[in-house]
């Protein structure tokens, strides 16, 4: 059973770069046809999908974040880390990472991390 374990600053001051890591256990995440992901809950609203890493490291990212997005992974740790550019209060959340067998799926979660922006 995969599971995922998100790692990172509580604080992060504006401007600044978040960056989080998540930890993946019980399966190698370059293991055909998962794809890893970083989803985000806006306080208020729904899930926001903020972008993956595919088993062959190709990346995706939504629209609307592609410009502050870059994921990565290390695969000899099993890890896969967001970095989130120029961060502003609005991007005070919890930040979770998921994985799934395809794109866009997410069968496993990790517990989720606070991210508090503020100086």
């Known amino acids: 059973q995969v599971q995922l374990q998100e790692s990172g600053p509580g604080l992060v001051k504006p401007s600044q770069t978040l960056s989080l890591t998540c930890t993946v256990s019980?399966?190698?995440?370059?293991?055909?046809?998962?794809?890893w992901t970083w989803i985000r809950q806006p306080p208020g609203k729904g899930l926001e999908y903020m972008g993956a890493i595919g088993y062959r490291g190709g990346t995706y990212y939504s629209p609307s974040l592609k410009s502050r997005t870059s994921i990565s992974r290390n695969t000899s740790k099993n890890q896969f880390t967001l970095q989130l550019n120029s961060v502003t209060p609005e991007d005070t959340t919890v930040y979770y990472c998921?994985?799934?067998?395809?794109?866009?799926?997410?069968?496993?979660w990790g517990q989720g991390t606070q991210v508090t922006v503020s100086s």
């Open positions: 019980g399966g190698s995440i370059t293991t055909n046809s998962y794809y």
């Open positions: 998921a994985a799934g067998v395809g794109w866009g799926t997410f069968g496993c």
